[in-house]
């Protein structure tokens, strides 16, 4: 579950140190068992609690993955065991956080492709209730070298709450090419979320040609 109580507390560290930090503690023992939803909600939650610089747009992307997005800020990447479709696999998360916004991309490789369909719907669930959200806009995700079709392969703008209070949005797409699936995520407070920040983060996407 989201837990932004501390959010605002004063910066002193670099954006990467902290989120790289607040990633980490994803590998404590138990965490194995958590779901995909669980691993996502935690370290987007965390990292907006972290410092906060201004939007530095970047090209980066995950290694070993051929997928590139524009980060406003230098992302950081953890791999995170997780149960997702039923199956237990690692998880990589890819992000960062700026101007009190968080950006970050999942990944997951299922290995089966009659395990893609199930991932994705459970991611699209996930990230409604991870914030007790509901849906402002939908529409069919258009990410070049997709997988074609995929019902829960969208992109959603979302409202919702913080557990402690407080009005969210988050921007949500979510893809598929082959066995693999992708989250890419922004999130913030309403006050500080920026349509233009999340726009440019999610239409960003650069994935290559599948082999």
Not at 3 to 26: D, I, M, W, Y
Not at 52 to 61: F, V
Not at 137 to 156: C, F, G, K, N
Request: proline share 7%.
């Amino acid at each position: 579950m989201l837990n932004l109580e501390s959010a605002q507390r004063p910066c002193g560290r670099s954006t990467p140190r902290v989120f790289a930090r607040a990633l980490a503690r994803l590998r404590r023992p138990g965490a194995a068992r958590a779901a995909a939803g669980t691993l996502l909600g935690a370290v987007l939650a965390t990292a907006l609690a972290a410092c906060s610089p201004a939007l530095d747009w970047r090209q980066a992307g995950p290694q070993g993955v051929d997928i590139l997005l524009q980060y406003p800020c230098k992302p950081q990447s953890v791999t995170q065991p997780v149960m997702l479709a039923g199956k237990r696999l690692d998880m990589s998360m890819t992000g960062c956080e700026a101007a009190h916004m968080t950006f970050a991309l999942a990944h997951a490789d299922l290995g089966q492709p009659a395990l893609v369909a199930p991932a994705l719907a459970e991611l699209r669930r996930d990230a409604v209730s991870n914030i007790r959200g509901r849906v402002l806009s939908q529409q069919a995700a258009q990410i070049r070298h997709a997988s074609t079709p995929q019902p829960d392969a969208v992109e959603l703008d979302l409202a919702g709450q913080a557990p402690g209070g407080g009005a969210l949005r988050e921007h949500v797409v979510l893809f598929a090419q082959g066995t693999q699936v992708f989250q890419a995520t922004v999130l913030a407070r309403d006050s500080d979320y920026r349509k233009d920040a999340a726009h440019t983060f999610a239409s960003s996407v650069q994935l290559g040609a599948a082999p």
